[in-house]
T-cell receptor
C-alpha cells in the first residue's frame, strides 16, 4: 500500500545534541510537509517542500532545518534541541498541481521526540 | 488570515448516541475543509473533506459533515458512536494559494460504555 513512513517512531536525544527525523513516501507526491505537534495542541506547520523548493514558515526557529534529497525522502534536522522541542513531529505529503489546485494531505504516524 | 475554531475542547457521549462536533472557520475565499482524527500516539487520518459541490459530505467510519457557508461552519456528525471512535478530532481549512492547512485546536472525544 502507498503510504507515508516515519522513522523512528520514538526518538530520545540529549539537550543540545543534533537529531534527525526521517520521512519517506511511496505516493510519489511532489509536496512534503513537516508539522510540530505539542501535547494537547494542534499541529503547527514548520515548513514544506514544493518539489525541490523549500518554503519556511515565518515563525519556524532557525534551529529547525530540512533536507529533501529526492522525491521520496525528507528529513527534519534539529541542530540543538531544547527541552521545548519535545513534541510529536508529523510528516505529510500531497500532490499539488501548482494551478491553485488543492489536494489532500496524507500524514505519517509521527515521531515522538523526547529531549533529556 | 485564515483560522479555525473548535469551541468544544472535550466531549463525552454514550456509546450508541449521536455525535456532533463543531467547527467554525474564517477565510476570505471559498474554503477547502477537512476533518482529521488522531488516536493516541498516532498520526492524523483523514475522515472527510469538502472542496465544492454537495454541501453534505460523507466520510469514512460512518462520519458526515455539512458545509454551511452562511454560518461559516463545517460540523462533523455521526448518528451512532462506537467506543472505538474515542480519539481527538481536528478540523482544518486549506488555503488554495499555498496548499497549507490551518488546524483548529481539536476536540477530545470520550465514549462511555
Amino acid at each position: 500500500d502507498a503510504m507515508v513512513i516515519q522513522n523512528p517512531r520514538y526518538q530520545v536525544t540529549q539537550f543540545g545534541k543534533p537529531v534527525t527525523l526521517s520521512c519517506s513516501q511511496t505516493l510519489n507526491h511532489n509536496v512534503m510537509y513537516w508539522y510540530q505537534q505539542k501535547s494537547s495542541q494542534a499541529p503547527k506547520l514548520l515548513f514544506h517542500y514544493y518539489d525541490k523548493d523549500f518554503n519556511n514558515e515565518a515563525d519556524t526557529p532557525d534551529n529547525f532545518q530540512s533536507r529533501r534529497p529526492n522525491t521520496s525522502f525528507c528529513f527534519l534536522d534539529i541542530r540543538s534541541p531544547g527541552l521545548g522541542d519535545a513534541a510529536m513531529y508529523l510528516c505529510a505529503t500531497s500532490s499539488a498541481s501548482g494551478l491553485a489546485g488543492w489536494e489532500t494531505q496524507y500524514f505519517g504516524p509521527g515521531t515522538r521526540l523526547l529531549v533529556l | 488570515a485564515q483560522s479555525v475554531t473548535q469551541p468544544d475542547i472535550h466531549i463525552t457521549v454514550s456509546e450508541g448516541a449521536s455525535l456532533e462536533l463543531r467547527c467554525n472557520y474564517s477565510y476570505g475565499a471559498t474554503p477547502y475543509l477537512f476533518w482529521y482524527v488522531q488516536s493516541p500516539g498516532q498520526g492524523l487520518q483523514l475522515l472527510l473533506k469538502y472542496f465544492s459541490g454537495d454541501t453534505l459530505v460523507q466520510g469514512i467510519k460512518g462520519f458526515e459533515a455539512e458545509f454551511k457557508r452562511s454560518q461559516s461552519s463545517f460540523n462533523l456528525r455521526k448518528p451512532s458512536v462506537h467506543w472505538s471512535d474515542a480519539a481527538e478530532y481536528f478540523c482544518a481549512v486549506g488555503t488554495g494559494g499555498g496548499n497549507k492547512l490551518t488546524f483548529g485546536t481539536g476536540t477530545q472525544l470520550k465514549v462511555e460504555l
